[in-house]
């Protein structure tokens, strides 16, 4: 024993230690920048889906973000997490067509209603809304049909379920109690094993005279002994103002009809069969479920007089203890803290009170709140982890909710367009630019033939292509500034400015002075005296020579044009030689010449060997 305790001392220390373990990992990521930046953006992307749903601009980004911000912490204790507070709000808003922004206690109530009652929030709103019921106000309402079904020992998510599919009656009837009285007769029919609308055509016939009359007629005539089915008034009353009770009435006049046989099941008796066909036309209800609601009756009638109950158990109490009884080998038992007990005996542990099960099993029976069910059926394994995630993230969605941070996130948005915006002209569209490579392409192919280059045309085509983009983006850089005050209300240059002194904040500028050298052209260019008469340039001796190390070395014939020397011959005394070398020795020139020297094999006396 000694040693069973130890080791359970030792397993329960190592379980703290891991939770302590866990308690400092998950302070540490509050404070993590890079899980800070990321709740931001998911909260940010998050409310910014709520509100394209909602068919709106920014403008209340803020009062989303904080709603569900501040509901994540009491969703997580739950066994839930930030999307459980995401799809609460997309369903809600979805299911009711309105854009309503949830209050942050609500997303943990209707969170809880949902997992409690193994429904989802949107039908259980939709369902509470279609009789006039708040949304504020259908998880109360699911809390208290779920302790109605627990007080009687029967499912609570198949009652819950049977309220919801027939709220409509909520409408067409009257309910002692309103949702109250619904939720007992769901009660009452999910424990004999029916659906609640298997009375809506019963619940027809009785709320008209005529056929209330002829129905009490037929109860007569075929042997009923319920009074108030006999009395077309009262079962008009019933109909009316009290469902439930008329279902109840209709249950305990089916029980008359069964029997309990020699091997302890309850049947139909023989001579009884074609009388509750009968009587279950004249009602309008189906035979199965009236054959079903009379079993299920006379089971549980058996039950409650072969149990002697204390004199201190409410009706509820009893109803429960027999619906925890079965039948064996022609006696009640029930299952009791492990172990199956005699009907008799496990009353006898009950008076006495010296049993904790039998205890837990009073206690089961009380009312409790919609987060105390959530919560405990957890199980401990994930109600721990669900109690360390509330610490996760606290501070990183404190930061994401605030209205500084929104607004910043809406500023930068903004001012990413105004310099998108700046750019975005009619001189920098597509089209344009395709018109401006078209005009350089003509003019580069135009400039150079067979017949030798023309760099005058080929020179103005380039610099029309280069004044055309320096002067478009040159204009957009100017209206830059502008724009972006607009949209944020501070200037490019004033925030470079301000990010500049941010990084030399207690420094000194060690900065020197450094001559940048002036790059040596790759090309050798030589000239000869004029030997053509011709008023075009020629180009004459392409000797393919590299200047490299100054040494002249032989080179292949698909040598780079910018690394041969050029005999250049010039006629006219209007051509300034140095122009003509400046334009030779641009790059793209340079590219033009070679393209068009691969396709030539010899061009006027200009040859590639």
Request: net charge negative; no cysteine.
């Given at each position: 024993?000694?040693?069973?305790?130890?080791?359970?001392?030792?397993?329960?220390?190592?379980?703290?230690?891991?939770?302590?373990?866990?308690?400092?990992?998950?302070?540490?990521?509050?404070?993590?920048?890079?899980?800070?930046?990321?709740?931001?953006?998911?909260?940010?992307?998050?409310?910014?889906?709520?509100?394209?749903?909602?068919?709106?601009?920014?403008?209340?980004?803020?009062?989303?973000?904080?709603?569900?911000?501040?509901?994540?912490?009491?969703?997580?204790?739950?066994?839930?997490?930030?999307?459980?507070?995401?799809?609460?709000?997309?369903?809600?808003?979805?299911?009711?067509?309105?854009?309503?922004?949830?209050?942050?206690?609500?997303?943990?109530?209707?969170?809880?209603?949902?997992?409690?009652?193994?429904?989802?929030?949107?039908?259980?709103?939709?369902?509470?809304?279609?009789?006039?019921?708040?949304?504020?106000?259908?998880?109360?309402?699911?809390?208290?049909?779920?302790?109605?079904?627990?007080?009687?020992?029967?499912?609570?998510?198949?009652?819950?379920?049977?309220?919801?599919?027939?709220?409509?009656?909520?409408?067409?009837?009257?309910?002692?109690?309103?949702?109250?009285?619904?939720?007992?007769?769901?009660?009452?029919?999910?424990?004999?094993?029916?659906?609640?609308?298997?009375?809506?055509?019963?619940?027809?016939?009785?709320?008209?005279?005529?056929?209330?009359?002829?129905?009490?007629?037929?109860?007569?005539?075929?042997?009923?002994?319920?009074?108030?089915?006999?009395?077309?008034?009262?079962?008009?009353?019933?109909?009316?103002?009290?469902?439930?009770?008329?279902?109840?009435?209709?249950?305990?006049?089916?029980?008359?009809?069964?029997?309990?046989?020699?091997?302890?099941?309850?049947?139909?008796?023989?001579?009884?069969?074609?009388?509750?066909?009968?009587?279950?036309?004249?009602?309008?209800?189906?035979?199965?479920?009236?054959?079903?609601?009379?079993?299920?009756?006379?089971?549980?009638?058996?039950?409650?007089?072969?149990?002697?109950?204390?004199?201190?158990?409410?009706?509820?109490?009893?109803?429960?203890?027999?619906?925890?009884?079965?039948?064996?080998?022609?006696?009640?038992?029930?299952?009791?803290?492990?172990?199956?007990?005699?009907?008799?005996?496990?009353?006898?542990?009950?008076?006495?009170?010296?049993?904790?099960?039998?205890?837990?099993?009073?206690?089961?029976?009380?009312?409790?709140?919609?987060?105390?069910?959530?919560?405990?059926?957890?199980?401990?394994?994930?109600?721990?982890?669900?109690?360390?995630?509330?610490?996760?993230?606290?501070?990183?969605?404190?930061?994401?909710?605030?209205?500084?941070?929104?607004?910043?996130?809406?500023?930068?948005?903004?001012?990413?367009?105004?310099?998108?915006?700046?750019?975005?002209?009619?001189?920098?569209?597509?089209?344009?630019?395709?018109?401006?490579?078209?005009?350089?392409?003509?003019?580069?192919?135009?400039?150079?033939?067979?017949?030798?280059?023309?760099?005058?045309?080929?020179?103005?085509?380039?610099?029309?292509?280069?004044?055309?983009?320096?002067?478009?983006?040159?204009?957009?850089?100017?209206?830059?500034?502008?724009?972006?005050?607009?949209?944020?209300?501070?200037?490019?240059?004033?925030?470079?400015?301000?990010?500049?002194?941010?990084?030399?904040?207690?420094?000194?500028?060690?900065?020197?002075?450094?001559?940048?050298?002036?790059?040596?052209?790759?090309?050798?260019?030589?000239?000869?005296?004029?030997?053509?008469?011709?008023?075009?340039?020629?180009?004459?001796?392409?000797?393919?020579?590299?200047?490299?190390?100054?040494?002249?070395?032989?080179?292949?014939e698909n040598k780079n044009i910018s690394q041969i020397t050029l005999d250049i011959n010039v006629n006219s005394s209007n051509v300034d030689k140095d122009k003509v070398i400046e334009i030779i020795s641009r790059t793209e020139v340079v590219q033009a010449i070679n393209s068009e020297i691969k396709k030539l094999n010899t061009t006027n006396g200009l040859t590639t060997t």
């Open positions: 024993m000694a040693e069973e305790t130890e080791s359970f001392m030792d397993d329960f220390g190592k379980k703290i230690k891991e939770v302590l373990d866990s308690v400092g990992e998950v302070f540490k990521s509050n404070i993590d920048p890079s899980r800070i930046t990321a709740v931001m953006e998911e909260l940010d992307v998050q409310a910014s889906k709520v509100i394209a749903t909602f068919g709106q601009g920014r403008e209340n980004i803020v009062g989303i973000k904080q709603a569900m911000a501040d509901a994540v912490v009491s969703v997580k204790a739950l066994g839930g997490s930030f999307q459980d507070v995401l799809d609460t709000q997309n369903n809600i808003a979805n299911t009711l067509g309105r854009n309503l922004v949830l209050a942050s206690d609500s997303y943990k109530d209707l969170y809880a209603a949902a997992e409690a009652s193994d429904q989802s929030s949107s039908t259980i709103v939709e369902s509470f809304k279609n009789v006039g019921i708040s949304v504020y106000d259908s998880s109360k309402q699911i809390e208290g049909i779920l302790n109605t079904a627990r007080e009687i020992g029967v499912s609570g998510s198949l009652v819950t379920g049977e309220v919801l599919n027939n709220m409509d009656l909520l409408n067409k009837y009257t309910f002692q109690g309103g949702v109250d009285g619904l939720a007992k007769m769901a009660a009452q029919a999910v424990n004999l094993r029916i659906n609640v609308n298997a009375i809506g055509a019963t619940l027809d016939k009785a709320f008209n005279p005529e056929s209330a009359i002829e129905m009490a007629a037929a109860m007569q005539r075929l042997g009923a002994t319920q009074s108030d089915l006999l009395d077309p008034l009262r079962l008009m009353d019933l109909a009316q103002n009290d469902p439930a009770e008329l279902q109840n009435q209709i249950a305990e006049m089916s029980k008359q009809f069964v029997e309990l046989n020699e091997k302890g099941q309850f049947e139909i008796m023989p001579g009884a069969k074609r009388q509750m066909k009968e009587i279950a036309d004249a009602m309008g209800m189906d035979i199965s479920n009236l054959t079903k609601m009379a079993i299920g009756s006379a089971e549980l009638e058996d039950k409650m007089s072969k149990i002697s109950f204390p004199d201190t158990f409410t009706e509820e109490q009893k109803t429960m203890i027999a619906n925890m009884a079965e039948m064996e080998g022609g006696e009640y038992k029930i299952q009791l803290g492990g172990d199956k007990l005699g009907i008799a005996e496990a009353i006898e542990r009950l008076k006495s009170g010296g049993d904790d099960a039998m205890q837990d099993l009073m206690d089961s029976a009380k009312p409790k709140t919609l987060e105390e069910l959530t919560k405990e059926q957890l199980g401990y394994t994930a109600a721990m982890k669900a109690s360390l995630s509330t610490l996760e993230d606290r501070i990183p969605y404190a930061i994401a909710s605030m209205r500084g941070v929104s607004q910043g996130q809406t500023k930068l948005m903004k001012g990413t367009e105004a310099v998108t915006g700046a750019f975005d002209t009619d001189a920098l569209s597509v089209k344009t630019i395709r018109n401006q490579f078209n005009d350089l392409y003509e003019g580069v192919s135009g400039s150079i033939s067979q017949n030798g280059i023309d760099f005058e045309n080929l020179s103005d085509s380039i610099n029309k292509f280069g004044d055309y983009f320096n002067t478009s983006f040159t204009e957009s850089f100017k209206n830059l500034d502008e724009k972006v005050n607009e949209a944020v209300g501070y200037k490019i240059t004033e925030i470079l400015k301000k990010m500049d002194e941010s990084l030399n904040i207690g420094t000194k500028s060690t900065e020197t002075k450094t001559e940048t050298p002036t790059a040596t052209p790759i090309q050798t260019v030589t000239t000869t005296p004029p030997t053509s008469t011709n008023n075009n340039l020629a180009v004459n001796n392409l000797n393919t020579t590299t200047t490299e190390n100054k040494t002249n070395t032989n080179v292949s």
